[in-house]
């Protein structure tokens, strides 16, 4: 008769690494789907360069992105209940902060974070959707990881490296791919783009 069972959702746990434009997204579209417990995990400031793409807007600038968005989401979903944890990710054992039983998200756009980040989740046994926006919100890649189960991400980059199985999505030659996005203009519609991506994954 629903979409969702509210009652397996209200008990869920869910950890999100990074709560940049695809984490904060993300964040809200969980936290409106009912999901009853969220973790936030990031270490950054909102800066002004953030809010074209970003959930939270300049009356926030200058806030950890984690306490921004937490604030949006409990407003969006009082019954909710949300950690906003401002940690660097880097750090040797955050292990001990994620609820057993519970999922995690992670939406770090950097390649040596998300490669700890599923070392450690690999070593503690615990399963992760990794999310990433591409050519500039035109794209993403969307992949879980269930430890032995799926392919690791370091595995998926040794695949990858082979030339197996992957769908190469080239530069566009009309648009060329921003090398260092979050400091260049924004594309038209790529905000947009991030909402589709965060709601798909």
Known sequence: STRADFRVLKDSHLNIFGVGAIGSEIADCIAKAGVGNISLFDNQQ??????????????????????????????????????????NLFCPDYNHLLWDGSLTVSSVADDYLEGYINQQMVISNRPIFYVRALRGGKAARIFRVIPGIDACFYCLSLYRRDKKLFIEIPDDPVFPTLRNECNNPIRPGSAADLKFIASFA
């Open 46 to 87: 909102l800066n002004a360069h953030n809010v074209i793409r970003h959930l939270a807007g300049v009356e926030m600038l200058g806030q950890s992105k984690v306490n921004a968005v937490a604030e949006i989401i409990q407003n969006h979903n009082h019954y909710i209940k949300v950690r906003p944890l401002e940690l």
